[in-house]
């Protein structure tokens, strides 16, 4: 049986692996698009380099090899700082993208508000034949798909819940306590709103070679 050492192969992984999270590390500060497909860049790095630890933890796991739960420990040293990081990643990401988004809707309202004044103010001055509202300019949504080297990144639709108040859930929700199975079923087939829940989008990272 093989002495429960650390391989070479295995130590460099784990330096790359603490290099690459302190590297994503710093781009969890996110204000534009720049700094939002540099994110997923390494995001989409970081997303490789731990199916590629998982795939050779696996391969070690057997009994002739080292204790499973020994090397279970060799690679979570790698992958867990890596984990954390890339969900740092993600929720600065979302924040960027939902404060994007709300900055889009309030600056299209804005337009279509200015362009609507406008037709109306011409009809009450009976202006002859006055122009009909002008089409306002779709402000485009924030692109979340970035191509890396590794592949492309983009962000999955993931509503979740959480009961804010139990008593206010409706019944068909609960049996003697509140029944979550019955309710992330509710929530994934596209209930937006019930009793005492607040329902939220939490999008994950999804990578396509």
């Keep these: 049986m093989a002495e429960e050492t650390k391989s070479t192969s295995i ?13 994503g590390e710093k781009s969890c500060t996110i204000s534009n698009q720049t700094d ?9 790095r970081i997303k490789t ?6 795939a050779e933890e696996k391969g070690l796991k057997t009994p002739m090899q080292v204790a499973i739960k020994t090397i279970k420990g060799w690679f979570d040293t790698i992958c867990e700082p890596l984990e954390t990081t ?3 990643i993600g929720r600065a990401k979302n924040a960027y993208f939902a ?33 009909p509202v002008p089409v306002a300019p779709i402000i485009p949504k924030v692109n979340t798909k970035v191509k890396t080297d590794d592949g492309t990144i983009t962000m999955r639709d993931n509503w979740k819940y ?3 108040d139990e008593a206010a859930v409706p019944t068909m929700y609960k049996v003697e306590i509140i029944n979550h199975v019955i309710l992330k079923a509710s929530v994934s ?21």
């Design 11 to 23: 130590m460099l992984l784990e330096s790359e692996a603490l290099n690459l999270a302190r590297e």
């Design 36 to 44: 939002f497909e540099k994110a997923s860049k390494i995001e989409a």
């Design 49 to 54: 380099m731990i199916k590629n630890a998982r």
């Design 86 to 88: 890339q969900s740092t």
């Design 99 to 131: 404060e994007m988004e709300a900055v889009r809707v309030r600056t299209q309202k804005l337009i279509d508000e200015q362009a609507k004044a406008t037709f109306e103010a011409n009809v009450k001055e009976d202006i002859p034949n006055p122009l």
């Design 162 to 164: 959480e009961v804010l």
């Design 189 to 209: 087939s596209g209930s937006r709103e019930i009793a005492g829940v607040r329902i939220y989008n939490d999008p994950y990272p999804v990578l396509r070679k």
